[in-house]
């Protein structure tokens, strides 16, 4: 089993619908977790990071975070082309002490007009 | 400097030559992180450095890697007999303190430097 795991897409939907985009990790030690933007020929930018237990919020983004199900997710609302983009999930591993950073593949989202 | 700095952008090699690889990290940023990551693919952990030391290499594929930071900023991935499947994009990433699973730790990537073996 892959330590953090997503649906490689493509994720497609019309513009100013919500995005609805998940993550599945195995390390049940993991505190923190991170969601990159990538757009093509780019490298990866941060968007948000969350640290505990349900959502957090910025802007149009909501991030929410479920230990007990090891589950994270990425919402986006009102989606705009600009959004179209590879996001990718990243959470540490608690293999010598939470000292990498691991990436899922990253799940590809087309967001069009 | 501002952000995480990656020199060459890109680099085109001969397949059995020697590349190096610079990145020098947001000043004050104790970790710095190397990944590959190729097509399609999400970023393939490589080694991770807390100063001047390597904490963990356990990504490195082979012996033919190699990564430097003699002074706890600038780092130097090195691969040695450069093969073709050694192509990918190389990124380099650092935050300000390590272990990640504290709060305000998060990692910031560079441009990468995309290695072309032919």
């Known amino acids: 089993q892959k330590e953090v795991e997503q649906n490689s897409g493509p994720l497609s939907v019309p513009e100013g619908a919500i995005a609805s985009l998940n993550c599945t990790y195995s390390?049940?030690?993991?505190?923190?977790f991170f969601w990159y933007r990538q757009y093509s020929g780019k490298s990866p930018e941060l968007i948000m990071s969350?640290?505990?237990?349900g959502d957090k919020e910025d802007g149009r983004f909501t991030a929410q975070l479920n230990k007990a199900s090891q589950y994270v997710s990425l919402l986006i609302r009102d989606s705009q082309p600009s959004d179209s983009a590879t996001y990718l999930c990243?959470?540490?591993?608690?293999?010598?002490?939470?000292?990498?950073?691991?990436f899922g593949a990253g799940t590809r989202l087309a967001v069009h007009p | 400097g501002a952000g995480v700095s990656q020199t060459p952008s890109n680099k085109v090699t001969e397949k059995g030559k020697y590349v190096e690889l610079r990145c020098d990290p947001i000043?004050?940023?104790?970790?710095l992180y190397w990944y590959r990551q190729s097509l399609g693919q999400g970023p393939e952990f490589l080694i991770y450095?807390?100063?001047?030391?390597?904490?963990?290499d356990s990504g490195l594929p082979n012996d033919r890697f190699f990564a430097v930071r003699p002074e706890g900023s600038v780092s130097t991935l090195k691969i040695q007999r450069t093969e073709r499947g050694d192509s990918a994009v190389y990124l380099c990433?650092?935050?300000?303190?390590?272990?990640?699973?504290?709060?305000?730790?998060?990692?910031?990537f560079g441009q990468g430097t995309r290695l072309t073996v032919v």
């Open positions: 390390d049940r030690g993991s505190q923190s």
């Open positions: 990243a959470g540490p591993t608690t293999a010598g002490g939470y000292n990498k950073l691991i």
């Open positions: 990433a650092s935050s300000l303190f390590t272990p990640l699973r504290a709060v305000g730790t998060e990692a910031f």
């Open positions: 000043s004050g940023h104790t970790a």
């Open positions: 969350i640290y505990s237990n």
């Open positions: 450095f807390q100063g001047t030391g390597a904490a963990d």
